[in-house]
């Protein structure tokens, strides 16, 4: 429900700062069955914002993963996803800022266990 909240404030700011700017930088040409628009600075970067959140987002709900069916990853994998070191991650896992699953001797992290501590990370 976040996401799709997330998305629809995105379309609403987009839209919002489009109509604010119509006047000033954006004109509609219609040149045989194709419509094409001519846009401002202002406006062609709002789009180019508005569709990287839009591929961000799609990435986030790409990598969301169903509780049945979730992926555990060994250490060396969750290193090389997180792009750290084995060594790193097992301070972080000793220092209780990532979760994990010990099965025997193993140790397992989730998708979601790494996105979590990514999204902990951010600053």
Not at 2 to 21: D, E, K
Not at 50 to 63: C, G, M
Not at 75 to 100: P, T
Not at 112 to 119: A, G, T, W
Request: with cysteine; aromatic share 10%; hydrophobic share 40%.
């Amino acid at each position: 429900m976040q996401l799709a909240g997330q998305v629809a404030c995105l379309i609403f700011y987009f839209f919002s700062n489009l109509h604010r700017h119509s006047v000033q930088g954006f004109t509609k040409q219609k040149m045989e069955t194709a419509t094409h628009l001519q846009t401002d600075a202002h406006i062609t970067y709002l789009v180019e914002v508005l569709l990287q959140e839009i591929h961000d987002l799609k990435a986030s709900v790409n990598r969301l993963e169903s509780p049945i069916t979730a992926q555990l990853y060994t250490e060396e994998e969750a290193a090389a996803l997180l792009n750290v070191s084995k060594k790193s991650l097992y301070r972080w896992r000793l220092d209780g800022m990532i979760h994990y699953y010990q099965m025997g001797d193993n140790i397992r992290y989730s998708l979601r266990d790494i996105l979590e501590f990514e999204k902990g990370c951010r600053r």
